[in-house]
C-alpha cells in the first residue's frame, strides 16, 4: 500500500510539474523544458559516430558507440512520448491551437524526410548513370542483382496490406469500433514485423554486401534507411494500440495521434514503392538487357 500511495505521488508529482508552466488563454504554445531533445540529439551522434568506426573497421568502439547511442535514443523517445500523451490525455493542454502547431510539425518533419530519402536516390542515381569507369554498366560487374519478383515482390504486397489495414483501424476508430480498430491494428503490425523478418532474409542470402563498391553501399544505405524507418512506424503503431486498448480516444477525445502515425506509415509505404521500382526493378532489366547483348 505504501509502495502504491508513494507512486501516485510520484506520477502526481510529475503531471504538476508538465503544468505548472502551462497558461491557458495565453493564445501561445509555451514548450514546458524538456531534456528529451538535447537527449535524442547525443544518442543520434553517438550511433553516426558508431557507424563511421564500423565502416573504417572500429570493431569495439564502434559497438560501444551504437549500443550507447539505441539505448540514450530508446530512452529519450520513450519518455518524450509518454509526456506528450500524458499531457493530451490526462491533463488536457492539447488545446486547437496545439493541435494546429503539431500539424505543422508533423508535415515539416515528413516533408524533411522525404527529402533526407531523395538524397540518397540523388546518390544511387549519381553513381549508375553515365559510371564510365564501370563502362557505363549498373549495376557493375559481376554484381548480379536481386529478381525483383520474388522477395522484394512480396514485401511490396506486405507494406501495402499493412497500410491498407492501418488506414480501415484509423477508420474503425471514427466509427467508435474499439474491438475492430485494436483487430486490425494489431494486424497492421504483424505484417509489418514479417516484412523486416522477410528483408533480412533477403539480406542473408544476397549475392553482393554493403563492401561491393558503389552499387552495394548505395543499395544497403536506402533499403536500410527505409527498415529504420519501417521500425520507427511500427513502434508508432504499437504505441498507439496501447493507447486504444486503455481507451486514450474514447468519448470525444480526438484520434490526432493515431491518424498522423497511419500518415507517417503511408509515407513509409510510398517511399518503398519508389525504391522498389528504381533500386530493384531498374537495375535487374538493365542487367539482364546487358546480359543478353
Known amino acids: 500500500m505504501l509502495v502504491g500511495l508513494s507512486m501516485k505521488g510520484a506520477f502526481s508529482k510529475s503531471l504538476g510539474s508538465l503544468s505548472k508552466e502551462w497558461k491557458p488563454g495565453s493564445g501561445y504554445h509555451v514548450i514546458v523544458a524538456s531534456p528529451w531533445p538535447i537527449m535524442v ?3 543520434s551522434f553517438s550511433l553516426a559516430l558508431g557507424f563511421i568506426n564500423f565502416v573504417h573497421g ?30 493530451a490525455t490526462h491533463l488536457g493542454t492539447h488545446t486547437s491551437l496545439v493541435v494546429r502547431g503539431l500539424k505543422l510539425g508533423f508535415w515539416l518533419f515528413l516533408i524533411s524526410e522525404a527529402f533526407f530519402f ?14 564510365i569507369s564501370s563502362s557505363c554498366m549498373w549495376p557493375p560487374r559481376p554484381i548480379r542483382p536481386l529478381s525483383p519478383w520474388g522477395v522484394p ?6 507494406l501495402s496490406l499493412s497500410g491498407y489495414a492501418a488506414q480501415w483501424a484509423l477508420k474503425g476508430l471514427r466509427q467508435n469500433s474499439r474491438m475492430m480498430t485494436m483487430c486490425l491494428l494489431s494486424f497492421s503490425i504483424t505484417v509489418g514485423v514479417f516484412f523486416m523478418a522477410v ?9 553482393f554486401s554493403l563492401s561491393d563498391g558503389a552499387f552495394g553501399s548505395t543499395f544497403y544505405m536506402i533499403t536500410g534507411l527505409h527498415g529504420l524507418h519501417v521500425i520507427c512506424g511500427l513502434v508508432g503503431l504499437s504505441i498507439q494500440l496501447l493507447r486504444v486498448f486503455y481507451h486514450h480516444f474514447s468519448g470525444v477525445k480526438k484520434s490526432t495521434g493515431l491518424k498522423y502515425t497511419v500518415y507517417y506509415w503511408h ?7 519508389f525504391l522498389f521500382l528504381l533500386v530493384y526493378v531498374w537495375p535487374y532489366y538493365n542487367w539482364l538487357g546487358i546480359k543478353f547483348m
Not at 572500429?58 to 500524458?86: A, E, H, P, Q, R
Not at 509515407?267 to 514503392?273: G, I, P, Q, T
Open 41 to 43: 540529439s547525443l544518442g
Open 58 to 87: 572500429k570493431g569495439s568502439c564502434s559497438v560501444m558507440c551504437v549500443v550507447f547511442g539505441f539505448l540514450v535514443v530508446g530512452y529519450s523517445v520513450l519518455n518524450w512520448i509518454l509526456d506528450l500523451i500524458t499531457e
Open 118 to 131: 531523395v538524397g540518397f536516390f540523388w546518390a544511387w542515381f549519381h553513381c549508375s548513370i553515365g559510371n
Open 153 to 158: 515482390a512480396l514485401n511490396t504486397a506486405l
Open 199 to 207: 528483408q533480412l532474409g533477403e539480406y542473408k542470402h544476397s549475392s
Open 267 to 273: 509515407f513509409v509505404d510510398v517511399v518503398w514503392v
